[in-house]
């Protein structure tokens, strides 16, 4: 797969089995002015991919088609532009493959129930990160 290429963007795919977090995330990141598009399907997610840029990948790690460490493992081997973040149910335990995985790959990462406050200031810094060197004016 070729993905496009790195451009203006304020999309995020959201990726997550759980139609319930879908919803949230849409109604959500929609009101905060970001442009969400949601899938239950990670195969979804790279057909997606080959046609549209987003800023920013935001998936779940617990998934039937294929888990999340997976997921960004066909992210980064298709050089997908975008930012990746992680979100989970498991909690927050310092010990977890998620907060290791997080030291190594420099991943956001999300716990469930969402702290709406660290999410709307993690997808901010994600977009300004990928904009890094393009010509953008500041989301607003």
């Not at 992680?86 to 990462?109: A, C, K």
């Amino acid at each position: 797969m070729d993905c496009l290429r790195k451009r203006n963007s304020d999309r995020i795919l959201v990726v997550d089995d759980e139609e319930g977090v879908l919803d949230f995330l849409d109604i959500f990141l929609t009101s905060l002015g970001w442009k969400p598009q949601c899938t239950s399907s990670v195969k979804t997610a790279l057909a997606t991919l080959e046609k549209h840029t987003y800023f920013l990948v935001l998936t779940d790690i617990a998934m039937p088609d294929m888990d999340g460490y997976e997921f960004v493992h066909a992210l980064r081997e298709r050089h997908v532009p975008s930012e990746i973040a992680l979100m989970t149910g498991f909690g927050y335990n310092p010990q977890h493959t998620l907060v290791r995985i997080r030291r190594s790959m420099h991943l956001q990462f999300y716990f469930k129930p969402f702290d709406r406050l660290k999410i709307s200031e993690g997808i901010q810094n994600a977009w300004t990160k990928y904009h890094q060197g393009l010509l953008t004016a500041p989301h607003a």
